[in-house]
């Protein structure tokens, strides 16, 4: 496996994990407080927030790996396009239901918004180097 190669498959990881370890810290600030009602429970954690964040992290991280598969990416402008249309709506979904969230629903829609970004800039890459060596073997095979 190559430097690039390695480098984004262990990307992921630590995403992951920065994005877990943050919503622990947010959990253990401001855990589920019972007492709270009403309009009191704005921006503090759910019941469950904890749980249902690592998942949806984890589940976002293994969609990526799935559709990415950086072992063997070179330059695939497809993938990042696919992935990145699949990320499109869930992202928006994320950040309508973000509204009176606690910290760790915040940290899950700032973890999306960072692999949104992220994909948006490797199609970006990835569709500009393919598009440049596409051009460069046709006008060799023209000369040629």
Partial sequence: MSR???FG???LFIVWVATTLEMVRGWRNDPYNPALKG???YFHNAPGALGWGVLFT???IAVLYAVLRP???YRSWRRALATLLL???WAFLNGITVVHAGSVRFTHILSVLVIWLGLALLFAV???VSFAQWRQA???AAAG
């Fill in 4 to 6: 690039k190669q390695w």
């Fill in 138 to 140: 046709r006008e060799a």
């Fill in 87 to 89: 990320f499109t709506p």
């Fill in 126 to 128: 990835s569709g500009v």
């Fill in 58 to 60: 984890t589940i976002d």
């Fill in 9 to 11: 498959t262990v990307l």
């Fill in 71 to 73: 072992w063997s990416y």
């Fill in 39 to 41: 309009t009191d429970t």
